[in-house]
């Protein structure tokens, strides 16, 4: 078997597939998979699926038999204990497989960002380094769709879009480039032990996500820059919960401090174009 993925039921998984077999519809591909039953019915069937669940190295070890390449995307867990513990628990299993080659969903600039999800991605790094397995450490930027959402809807129906940002910008990559990106590293034979950053070439503010928004919907909606404490209130009104409206506006504030500002150039080798800011926004207005 050629290429394996981890979480291939996920958004960001079946992306990479899809990418992968619009390359190549030959390719041969294992999905490595919780829930067999759902693979099944989301999945093509030319995909073998197997089971393999981040906490069980037994079940890892078996999926990760005659893997050459191995997607390994990280956990969806919102606690970062656990997830250390499962990703060391993949990779671990992934050494004893003797996986030719491990492709690891990491973080962008994650050697110098204060965003607290990169120390858990500098632990798995660490971790593949000590396996002595080769390695791509795929470093991800912020998902796009985390800030550009149907939800941007109440924005254009206020006029206002509010966030505790300040002037800072966001080298944020949509999913989909990010899925055409990593089918590209998952195709080619890169050099080994390398370190790729996807981060947008062109970072964007929330004064240009305001104006874009203008432009698109053909309603003035405007920026108002608010206090941390200010977005958290603003938060929970909008329905998150208390925890999440504290995280938000936490990592808002490393924004504001130019945590993920820096471009990428990676990306444009790897890709033919990425989506603008307005291709982004139009298509999560149509998507509400």
Not at 100 to 122: M, V
């Amino acid at each position: 078997m050629s290429i394996a993925i981890t979480g291939a039921t996920g958004n960001l998984g079946n992306l990479v597939i899809q990418e992968l077999l619009e390359e190549n519809p030959k390719e041969k591909i294992a999905a490595i998979v919780r829930n067999v039953e759902k693979a099944k019915e989301q999945l093509p069937g030319t995909i073998e699926i197997r089971y393999g669940d981040y906490s069980s190295y037994d079940s890892l070890v078996k999926a990760f038999q005659g893997i050459k390449k191995l997607l390994f995307i990280s956990s969806p867990s919102t606690d970062d204990m656990e997830r250390v513990i499962q990703h060391a628990t993949v990779v671990k299993a992934a050494r004893d497989a003797e996986v030719g080659r491990i492709y690891y969903t990491s973080f962008s600039n994650a050697d110098h960002s204060t965003i607290p999800l990169a120390k858990l991605h500098l632990a798995t790094e660490a971790a593949i380094k000590v396996s002595g397995l080769t390695y791509t450490f795929i470093r991800n930027p912020l998902y796009t769709e985390v800030f550009i959402n149907p939800s941007l809807n109440q924005s254009i129906a206020s006029g206002k879009l509010i966030a505790n940002v300040g002037d800072g910008k966001l080298n944020t990559t949509s999913r989909t480039d990010l899925a055409m990106a990593t089918a590209a590293l998952l195709s080619q034979n890169g050099s080994q032990n390398e370190i790729i950053d996807l981060a947008s070439s062109t970072p964007w503010s929330y004064e240009d996500l305001a104006v874009t928004l203008s432009e698109v919907s053909g309603k003035q909606v405007t920026y108002k820059a608010v206090s941390n404490e200010e977005a958290v209130q603003y938060f929970i009104d909008s329905g998150l919960p208390k925890p999440a409206a504290e995280f938000t506006a936490s990592m808002n504030h490393a924004i504001a401090n130019g945590d993920i500002e820096k471009p990428g150039t990676d990306i444009k080798n790897l890709i033919k174009k990425e989506a603008s800011l307005k291709d982004l926004v139009t298509n999560a207005l149509a998507n509400r």
